[in-house]
Each structure stands twice: as structure tokens, then as C-alpha cells.
């Protein structure tokens, strides 16, 4: 005879880990002036920490779609988090500045998670800011084990030891792209490529596989032929000039973040125009590189899905 598991534990085995709370201290940290006179779960509130979820799961994405009005004026406190995302089809048309209700938060989490074909999570009432927050945690953990990333390490042609660039290889997500970071200065290969990965992820970006390349051979994977050219589409901290090509020729030089267009920004997504890698082109470079992958796991992580 089965027996029922007493209630107290069947909640705290449908709730999960009450310690996991992902990217919590990422979500709280240094709240707006405007919102720390106040407890109250607003709409603006709901607004700031969704955004800050949204660009830990997606570095430096770029809008979707342009935005003519939007429920707040230009200049008010939230106002650039609010755009944020409607420009990326995240505010529902019931959102209000004053008040957040369940079934506008239930829209916010289910249009996020769709983005990877997840199914909504089942959030609470809103009732407090303590639970959005843990509900916003949750969430994110459920991305983290959904997303695909895989890291691109670039070595210094004269000091294999030295990063020349690195980046994160983003196909498997709502706007397929190549999240170029600034290297940090301190960063070293000389233990390998593991241990560094974490300082190229974050919270939700957890990267395990990797591309290891001479800095020739990892932009080749891009930019195979002459008719491909680069587009820079978004950054962080945000610019207002992008999308803007880059000039033929010119990409080592953004990969480094040597060029003074991006001498400001910490990292920002590029894209490709033009014929892709081929299956012939990537072959070629696979003795030239080290990774951790197999040749079916490289390919699956190189091409973008339908």
C-alpha cells in the first residue's frame, strides 16, 4: 500500500529547493532611487527587476520591434525599463505603472519563457516584492538549464597563453548571435579553458562547451568567404548608432574591442550577412582547433534553428 506523503512535504517537493534562488543577488542589488521610498510591488517595480532577468538571459539583445507609444512619458523614473520591453514584446497591453495583477505578470513570464519554448511557470500573486523576486529566480532557473551556449575563446597568435577575443556562440535563443565580451585583463590560458568560462558567463549563462581557436581561425568561422560581413546589432551599456556594419577588413579589430566604436561598451551582439560556415569550411578548421565537443555537438551548436 502506497501511502500519501504528508502535506507539508508534498508543497516543499512541488516548490523545489527554497536555496535556489539564481541570480538573486543580480536582481536586487542597487534598486533605482524611485523604488526604495517603497515596499510595494508596483508595475514599475515589476518593470526594472523583469528587465535585469531578461538581460542576464540575453546579453546586449536588440529590440524586436520599433515602439511608437508606450504608457509612460519619456523621462519618468522607468521609463527605459518599460521600453526595454516593449521593444522586445515583453509589456502586455494591461501593464500599468501603480499596480501589477496576476494575469499581466502570468503574460510577462509565459511571453519570456516561450522565447525557449518552455511552458509558462505557475507564478504566484504578486502580492509582494519578495515573491516576484522568487519567482523571477525560478525562472531563470529554468532557462538557465534550457539555453545552449558555447564559448568561443580567440588565443593571441604571439602568446597563446593571452586571450585575443572571446565570445559566446547564441543560435539557440529568440535572436541568434555572437555575444562578443571584452576580455578581462587578468584572464589566462595557462591552466586551460575551463577554468575561465565562468568569467565569461554569468548566472544564467552557464558555459560548458567550448571552441578554442587562433584568432584567424575563430573569425573564419563567421566570416568564411568574402561576401560575409559583419553587423553590429546591440551593446552593453546600450548605444543609440547600431545596427552599423563593419567595415571588410576591420572585425579583429572590434573583436578586440580595439576599435573606438566599441572602446565603451563591456560587450555587444554581432551578426552575419551572407553565406555561413559551410559544413567543407568548418572540417577544414576542426584540426586547427580544440574544443571539448564532438563534431555533431560543434555543428549543432553552429547552426540556428528553424
Sequence with gaps: MIR???????LILLAGPAW?????????ADLPQYLQDSQEPSGLFVAEVFRRAVELAEPALPRLRWVNSLPLAE????????????????????????????????????????????????????DSREVVLE?????????????????????????????????????WTVF???????????????????????????????LRDYVLAPEKSAKRL??????????????????????????QGQELGYFAFENPEVADVDLYAAVFDGPAAGVGTILSLLPRVRTNMTPNRFFYHMQIPQ
Design 176 to 206: 541568434p548571435r555572437l555575444i562578443v565580451v571584452r576580455p578581462l585583463v587578468e584572464v589566462t590560458l595557462q591552466q586551460g579553458v575551463a577554468p575561465v568560462l565562468p568569467l565569461l558567463g554569468n548566472c544564467v549563462i552557464r
Design 75 to 126: 523621462g519618468s523614473p522607468g521609463f527605459e525599463a518599460v521600453r526595454y520591453l516593449a521593444e522586445r514584446q515583453l509589456l502586455p497591453g494591461s501593464w500599468q505603472p501603480d499596480v501589477i495583477d496576476l494575469s499581466t505578470w502570468q503574460q510577462m513570464i509565459a511571453s519570456f519563457m516561450a522565447w525557449y519554448r518552455l511552458q509558462p511557470y505557475p507564478v504566484r500573486s504578486p
Design 135 to 171: 519567482d523571477l529566480s525560478r525562472v531563470l532557473e529554468r532557462v538557465a538549464e534550457a539555453v545552449r551556449p558555447a564559448a568561443l575563446v580567440a588565443s593571441d597568435p604571439t602568446d597563446r597563453s593571452r586571450v585575443s577575443f572571446w565570445a559566446i556562440i547564441w543560435n
Design 4 to 10: 500519501p506523503l504528508p502535506a507539508l512535504l508534498f
Design 222 to 247: 563567421f566570416l568564411a568567404n568574402n561576401d560575409s560581413r559583419m553587423i553590429i546589432a546591440s551593446s552593453q551599456p546600450v548605444k543609440g548608432e547600431w545596427p552599423r556594419l563593419v567595415e
Design 20 to 28: 535556489a534562488q539564481v541570480c538573486s543577488e543580480e536582481l536586487r
